[in-house]
């Protein structure tokens, strides 16, 4: 019988680095949007204010962050978070803008679901 290496061929680098850069500019893009009102004249953003979806809102930030920098350094747990939340807000979205608002959804939730997705394929294979 035939000895065959069960190991596959590594993954390449494209799709790490392709989540990496999705979900940086994203955040990024978020993070701005959210302090920008506040920091170019001095009223409340949004996402400071003391509406409940602003909070939910800036929470949700800070998680996709917070996943985005662990899955620069570990892709499962990083990947994971990413994919959780990502889910979550679409859910919690949906059911709070309804189906009229679907594509502010899809906004919010797609660019890190597709970021997580990517880290969880180009995971290190034990």
Known sequence: ME??????????PWIKWTAR???????LFFGIM???????NGRESAALSSD?????LTVYIIIVALGVITAWFREK????ILVISSLAMLIWLTASL????????????CPFL???????SCRKKS
């Open 21 to 27: 850069i999705i979900s940086t500019v994203f955040i």
């Open 3 to 12: 000895n065959q290496n069960t190991t596959s061929a590594p993954d390449p």
């Open 98 to 109: 309804g189906l009229k608002d679907i594509g502010v959804a899809l906004l919010f939730a």
């Open 77 to 80: 747990p990083g990947g994971l």
């Open 34 to 40: 959210a302090l920008g009102p506040l920091l170019s």
């Open 114 to 120: 597709i970021s997580g997705i990517l880290f969880l």
């Open 52 to 56: 409940p979806q602003g909070w939910i």
